[in-house]
């Protein structure tokens, strides 16, 4: 049994039948990649995992529990946190208060009112927000407005901000997309990182086969919303059917 | 001081100062120099002053922090005003209780709204607090009368219960509101040369009031759920991914600031006890709007600049007229005074409205932090040419 398991999810847009039959199995503290060309369904079964989009058919269970029906604020306190294709943070505060949000939403939940204390009195807070923008190597921009940074630096706070929620499973939805190769790398590096130091299970959509094959410890191929095949990275490589359907084509 | 950082003491400390010494600093113009329309020192517009201060600072925690617009909030004061002269009726002309019953009630009112309204964002929640302010106003006018007496307005009358009180003085005539005992009206007048300066017990009462709005205010900008708010503001999605739930957030905010305006309109009751539905109308909630967007919404001492800016323009320009301008302009040529008046004519007396309509597009436009950014970029600059004077000097020095 893995930590996330999809059952014969469906999901239609009128007449478009953008996820088929879709059955997945992440298993616990591994990378789960999930490849397959423009308009396989991928994101859509994403959202389909965070609450934002409720499937026509079939179950989806995290940790032995239904995710269907439950709002994306609950499904991301089951564990589940969500890095979004373009970055969002809130660019109207600063790196450090960026940070500290997710780690005020850990210790008092989806609502409290706090106003009681002021922010730089809650010291375990702020100690943990501090901590995790070091281990991002962003601790020089604490006071930085968010959304003066480099599209670089923001997936990385983002990264941050969900890791600080301690979540078990982490998803990621193309997260090199539009980024220079140096962020990339980067980008690989602080996945590998946190896959190795760790214990969390991350599910990953991305295009780029390079990220894929640094950091997968399985892959789902997804043609036309149905999964195509599963398998270990190094049998992806060479099957048939893949290429036809995905790597064939950008070949 | 207080859970104030230093910065945050010292703003506290400035608007206490200003307005404990309102009443200088408000008549600096000798009471029978020309000048003396421009004086501002009265217990009615001072108290004016400060009340509509306590409802542009609540209108901001909910605007200026969440970014929710509502186009609503004098249903909220009316709504304390009706609650504390209905308290003056029944209860006593005590003003604590008649207070504390306004804001409990428009909090309650503010519930209701809030709960509905938020269910949308952006523009279709402004509408819909309009419409509900709308509503309320209609309500008050007309189908409520047994409630609020319809146009006439609510008013005291002598044969009110007033079970704690009595319903009529010894001298029969209605009695004034106190706060156990002293009479808000009193007023201690000083006469220093030729300055008058009035000291009004309803205007202290107010300006404490305000000082504690204010204070409470600064700590919800500073603590975890102010910081929440303004969250809601810059990202939404972020937050329900983040495992927090947007909806109780705002509804508290909302629930805050109609509070605030209620404490606004029990204490407008407070000083004079009558409440009309006009208090309601959309006139009145935009009237807000202007003053948080004029002073700085999203600022802590903005909406305060605001309503003081507003309400001072509204009073003293308003009252100037083509007499007091050939008064000043009499030095010119006949012809010339005569079409000085003219042009200047439209922006005075009952034009106000025009004069503070360019003033909040120039502001709008050219300051979009409002007046606080205005005073920044000042200091800015006063302090950029400080620092090229010592650096000046600095340079010139060793030659020396
Ligand atoms: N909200 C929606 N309403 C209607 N159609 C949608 C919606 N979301 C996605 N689709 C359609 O569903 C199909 C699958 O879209 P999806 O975004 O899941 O693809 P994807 O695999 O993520 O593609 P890409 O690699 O381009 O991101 C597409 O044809 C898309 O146009
Ligand atoms: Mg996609």
Redesign the pocket.
């Given at each position: 049994m893995g930590i996330l398991e999809v059952k014969n999810v469906g999901k239609r847009?009128?007449g478009?039948q953008?996820l088929g039959d879709v059955n997945l199995s992440v298993k616990e503290n591994t990378v789960h990649a999930i490849i397959?060309?423009?308009?396989?369904?991928?994101?859509?079964?994403l959202?389909c995992l965070v609450g934002k989009?409720i499937p026509d058919t079939g179950s989806v269970m995290f940790d032995g529990q239904s995710v269907l029906g439950r709002k994306p604020f609950e499904i991301n306190q089951m564990g589940i946190s969500r890095v979004f294709?373009t970055p969002e943070i809130f660019g109207d505060l600063s790196v450090l208060e960026n940070m500290l949000i997710p780690c005020f939403a850990k210790r008092d939940g989806a609502f409290s009112l706090n106003a009681i204390t002021s922010v730089p009195s809650e010291k375990d807070v702020l100690e943990k927000a501090e901590a995790m923008l070091e281990e991002m190597n962003m601790a020089d921009k604490r006071h930085m407005h968010a959304a003066s940074m480099s599209r670089g630096d923001k997936r990385r706070l983002e990264i941050g901000m969900c890791l600080s929620q301690e979540p078990r499973l982490l998803l990621l939805?193309?997260p090199t997309a539009g980024m220079a190769r140096a962020d990339t790398n980067n980008t690989i590096d602080l996945l590998k990182e946190i896959k190795e130091q760790r214990d969390i299970t991350i599910a990953i959509?991305e295009?780029d086969m390079h990220v894929v094959f640094s950091l997968a410890d399985r892959i789902t191929v997804?043609a036309q919303?149905t999964p195509l095949v599963e398998d270990d990275p190094q049998n992806i490589r060479g099957n048939p059917k893949v290429r036809e359907a995905y790597l064939g084509e950008s070949a | 001081m207080f859970g104030l950082d230093n910065k945050d003491t010292r703003m506290l400390l400035v608007v206490a100062v200003l307005t404990l010494c309102a009443p200088f600093i408000l008549n600096p113009f000798p009471t029978d120099s020309a000048m003396a329309q421009f004086n501002a020192g009265y217990p009615d517009l001072m108290q004016r002053f400060v009340i509509f201060g306590i409802f542009a600072i609540g209108f901001n925690i909910l605007f200026g922090l969440t970014g929710y617009l509502s186009f609503g909030h004098a249903a909220f004061l009316g709504v304390g005003s009706y609650s504390a002269v209905w308290m003056f009726k029944l209860l006593s002309m005590n003003v604590v209780p008649a207070i504390l019953l306004s804001v409990v009630i428009s909090g309650l009112f503010a519930l209701l709204i809030g709960f509905v309204s938020l269910r949308r964002s952006g523009i279709y929640f402004s509408i819909l607090t309009l419409a509900f302010a709308q509503m309320s106003f209609n309500l008050a006018y007309s189908v409520l009368t047994p409630i609020t007496n319809g146009e006439t307005g609510l008013q005291l009358t002598l044969d009110d219960p007033r079970i704690l009180g009595v319903s009529a003085t010894a001298d029969g005539s209605i009695p004034v509101t106190s706060l156990f005992g002293l009479e808000m009206r009193s007023t201690f007048e000083m006469a220093v040369g030729p300055w008058a300066f009035q000291f009004n017990a309803g205007y202290y009462l107010c300006a404490l009031i305000l000082l504690a709005a204010f204070y409470l205010s600064i700590r919800i900008f500073r603590s975890p759920f102010g910081m929440m708010l303004r969250a809601v503001k810059s990202n939404q999605q972020r937050m329900n991914y983040t495992g927090l739930n947007t909806k109780p957030y705002t509804l508290a905010a909302f629930v805050i600031s109609g509070m605030y305006a209620g404490l606004a309109g029990g204490l407008m009751a407070s000083m004079d006890p009558l409440a009309g539905a006009e208090r309601m109308q959309w006139t009145a909630s935009g009237e807000v709007v202007l003053m948080t967007i004029l002073g700085g919404a999203g600022t802590l001492i903005g909406p305060v600049l605001g309503a003081g800016f507003i309400k001072y323009f509204e009073n003293i320009f308003s009252k100037i007229n083509d007499h007091v301008l050939h008064g000043w302009f009499s030095f010119m040529p006949d012809g010339l005074e005569d079409f000085v008046v003219f042009i200047i004519h439209p922006f005075i007396g009952k034009g106000w409205h025009l004069t503070l309509g360019i003033l909040f597009m120039l502001v709008v436009v050219f300051l979009p932090g409002g007046l606080v950014e205005g005073g920044q970029r000042i200091a800015k600059w006063v302090k950029g040419r400080k620092n090229k004077d010592d650096s000046t000097s600095a340079t010139k020095t060793p030659a020396e």
């Amino acid at each position: 049994m893995g930590i996330l398991e999809v059952k014969n999810v469906g999901k239609r847009f009128g007449g478009l039948q953008a996820l088929g039959d879709v059955n997945l199995s992440v298993k616990e503290n591994t990378v789960h990649a999930i490849i397959g060309p423009n308009g396989a369904g991928k994101s859509t079964l994403l959202n389909c995992l965070v609450g934002k989009l409720i499937p026509d058919t079939g179950s989806v269970m995290f940790d032995g529990q239904s995710v269907l029906g439950r709002k994306p604020f609950e499904i991301n306190q089951m564990g589940i946190s969500r890095v979004f294709q373009t970055p969002e943070i809130f660019g109207d505060l600063s790196v450090l208060e960026n940070m500290l949000i997710p780690c005020f939403a850990k210790r008092d939940g989806a609502f409290s009112l706090n106003a009681i204390t002021s922010v730089p009195s809650e010291k375990d807070v702020l100690e943990k927000a501090e901590a995790m923008l070091e281990e991002m190597n962003m601790a020089d921009k604490r006071h930085m407005h968010a959304a003066s940074m480099s599209r670089g630096d923001k997936r990385r706070l983002e990264i941050g901000m969900c890791l600080s929620q301690e979540p078990r499973l982490l998803l990621l939805d193309e997260p090199t997309a539009g980024m220079a190769r140096a962020d990339t790398n980067n980008t690989i590096d602080l996945l590998k990182e946190i896959k190795e130091q760790r214990d969390i299970t991350i599910a990953i959509i991305e295009h780029d086969m390079h990220v894929v094959f640094s950091l997968a410890d399985r892959i789902t191929v997804l043609a036309q919303g149905t999964p195509l095949v599963e398998d270990d990275p190094q049998n992806i490589r060479g099957n048939p059917k893949v290429r036809e359907a995905y790597l064939g084509e950008s070949a | 001081m207080f859970g104030l950082d230093n910065k945050d003491t010292r703003m506290l400390l400035v608007v206490a100062v200003l307005t404990l010494c309102a009443p200088f600093i408000l008549n600096p113009f000798p009471t029978d120099s020309a000048m003396a329309q421009f004086n501002a020192g009265y217990p009615d517009l001072m108290q004016r002053f400060v009340i509509f201060g306590i409802f542009a600072i609540g209108f901001n925690i909910l605007f200026g922090l969440t970014g929710y617009l509502s186009f609503g909030h004098a249903a909220f004061l009316g709504v304390g005003s009706y609650s504390a002269v209905w308290m003056f009726k029944l209860l006593s002309m005590n003003v604590v209780p008649a207070i504390l019953l306004s804001v409990v009630i428009s909090g309650l009112f503010a519930l209701l709204i809030g709960f509905v309204s938020l269910r949308r964002s952006g523009i279709y929640f402004s509408i819909l607090t309009l419409a509900f302010a709308q509503m309320s106003f209609n309500l008050a006018y007309s189908v409520l009368t047994p409630i609020t007496n319809g146009e006439t307005g609510l008013q005291l009358t002598l044969d009110d219960p007033r079970i704690l009180g009595v319903s009529a003085t010894a001298d029969g005539s209605i009695p004034v509101t106190s706060l156990f005992g002293l009479e808000m009206r009193s007023t201690f007048e000083m006469a220093v040369g030729p300055w008058a300066f009035q000291f009004n017990a309803g205007y202290y009462l107010c300006a404490l009031i305000l000082l504690a709005a204010f204070y409470l205010s600064i700590r919800i900008f500073r603590s975890p759920f102010g910081m929440m708010l303004r969250a809601v503001k810059s990202n939404q999605q972020r937050m329900n991914y983040t495992g927090l739930n947007t909806k109780p957030y705002t509804l508290a905010a909302f629930v805050i600031s109609g509070m605030y305006a209620g404490l606004a309109g029990g204490l407008m009751a407070s000083m004079d006890p009558l409440a009309g539905a006009e208090r309601m109308q959309w006139t009145a909630s935009g009237e807000v709007v202007l003053m948080t967007i004029l002073g700085g919404a999203g600022t802590l001492i903005g909406p305060v600049l605001g309503a003081g800016f507003i309400k001072y323009f509204e009073n003293i320009f308003s009252k100037i007229n083509d007499h007091v301008l050939h008064g000043w302009f009499s030095f010119m040529p006949d012809g010339l005074e005569d079409f000085v008046v003219f042009i200047i004519h439209p922006f005075i007396g009952k034009g106000w409205h025009l004069t503070l309509g360019i003033l909040f597009m120039l502001v709008v436009v050219f300051l979009p932090g409002g007046l606080v950014e205005g005073g920044q970029r000042i200091a800015k600059w006063v302090k950029g040419r400080k620092n090229k004077d010592d650096s000046t000097s600095a340079t010139k020095t060793p030659a020396e």
